[in-house]
């Protein structure tokens, strides 16, 4: 065990010279969290990156099936990138949810002086209770070994702090379990160090004006409230990226 944690510490090493001063292209999917402020605070720190190039695709309603078997169209849809115009009232529209690995294809096969690095942000929409959480590991293990395929990085961000029936505290949780069991089922598969990570729950605290428990923000909301706990959570968010990256 300790020669293996060796070797994925000099695999990370590696890594990292290899791509000192590179030029970094994420590929970032979310649910409909990333369709609001928080999204776009996500956004915004993309484009704030030096040289960073970005695809980012938010699906409302999507689990990692959604974006294993490219049929699920979403009535609330979000599709973003660097050669975008940067603007605070993005476009909400219903939109097939791509394949993670076709976005992957679209960006070309990268250079040795590009980093890759997919960054998922999901499992809210994972189903209450116990019924289909075998599944729904066997699911996200197979988007995790995508990404670990696909890009030299993977970053999970968890689903944060909510208050509606089945989204509470313990259900979270349980969402967050499968995530985790996952991570560990893709790295053992694939035989690479685990995707990272990110625990929302640390930096979110869902806002006081919040309409149904779910979301922290709706696209077109100025609420203070609202924009103030979206900060809150990317700034936390992608602190945690800036640091494992």
Known sequence: MRLRRLRFLFLALGLASAHAGAADRFVVITDSHGLGQWGLEIETWLRARKGAEFDFFASGGSAPLQWLNGVYTTPVGLHETSATRASTVRPVEKILTPKLRDLWKDQGTGSATERRITVIALGTNYHPGTKFREEEISETA???????TESDACVWIGPPNMTRKNFQAPDVEAKVSIVRAAIAAAAKKTGKPECAFIDSRKYSHYPST????????????????????????????????????
Not at 142 to 148: N, P, S
């Open 210 to 245: 919040g309409a149904d428990g779910v979301h922290y923000n709706w696209p077109g909301s100025k609420n203070p409230t609202e924009i103030r706990e979206c900060k809150a959570w990317a700034a936390g968010v992608t602190a945690e990226i800036e640091r494992r990256l």
């Open 142 to 148: 197979r988007l995790i070994e995508i990404a670990q």
